[in-house]
């Protein structure tokens, strides 16, 4: 049971390029979401779903997109990374009772 | 949307002294309130949450109360240790959608 697991830990990009990143779980968590932290102001909710094929829009959006078309799988696509998107991301999936379990995070620099 | 301010942003302690760490929400319809811990470089870690049909919490040194009518919730940690510094952050959760609304987080500094 290994939990979320994202990947790559690390990243760096060019502005203008594009890449996904990698969420899996393997707890059969219903809920799965997409959050950045920058410093001094917390972690933001990007984008979440709450079933296979259900996506939705957090508090900042732009810029990324998603997709679910397993239980598993929460794949997020940055589709022209800008150096507004240097940040840490976190990957969390959630069961009915609530808790959020994260990912180790990835963290992208864009430049 | 719901807001979550935090405070203070950074706090420090004697080893042994307790730490509070409080939150307010704007939006009285959340009903799930977690806490996490965050060391240097790892994950968000959840130690505590309370729902809104619980008053108070508690888990060996770590104790949540919920105010529903002033809309604040708190976090004490009694009989702290080093290993309790890293960064502590609250969260307020509505609905079904388990989307978390984190507050900007408290920097915990327990001195030996």
């Known amino acids: 049971n290994a939990g979320v697991t994202q990947t790559p830990k690390f990243q760096v990009l060019k502005t203008g390029q594009s890449m996904t990143l990698q969420c899996a779980q393997d707890?059969?968590?219903?809920?799965m979401s997409w959050y950045r932290q920058d410093p001094g102001m917390g972690l933001r909710l990007i984008h979440y779903?709450?079933?296979?094929?259900?996506?939705d829009q957090g508090e900042v959006p732009n810029g990324y997109n998603v997709s679910r078309s397993t239980t598993e799988d929460f794949p997020l696509r940055l589709l022209s990374a800008a150096p507004s998107q240097t940040s840490v991301y976190f990957c969390?999936?959630?069961?009915?009772?609530?808790?959020?379990?994260f990912g180790q995070g990835t963290r992208l620099t864009v430049v | 949307g719901e807001n979550v301010e935090q405070h203070p942003s950074t706090l420090s302690v004697q080893e042994g002294d307790s730490a509070v760490i409080k939150c307010t929400y704007s939006?009285?319809?959340?009903?799930?309130f977690p806490w996490y811990k965050q060391e240097l470089g790892k994950r968000p870690q959840l130690i505590i949450d309370?729902?809104?049909?619980?008053g108070e919490k508690k888990d060996q040194r770590i104790a949540v109360t919920l105010n529903k009518t002033a809309k604040h919730f708190s976090l004490h940690i009694t009989e702290t240790q080093p290993e309790d510094s890293a960064v502590y952050f609250c969260?307020?959760?509505?609905?079904?959608?388990?989307?978390?609304?984190f507050g900007s987080g408290t920097q915990l500094t327990v001195l030996p």
């Open positions: 309370i729902r809104s049909n619980v």
């Open positions: 779903s709450v079933g296979a094929g259900i996506t």
């Open positions: 939006d009285s319809a959340s009903n799930y």
């Open positions: 969260a307020a959760s509505k609905g079904s959608a388990r989307q978390l609304t």
């Open positions: 707890m059969n968590h219903e809920y």
């Open positions: 969390a999936s959630s069961s009915g009772q609530f808790a959020a379990f």
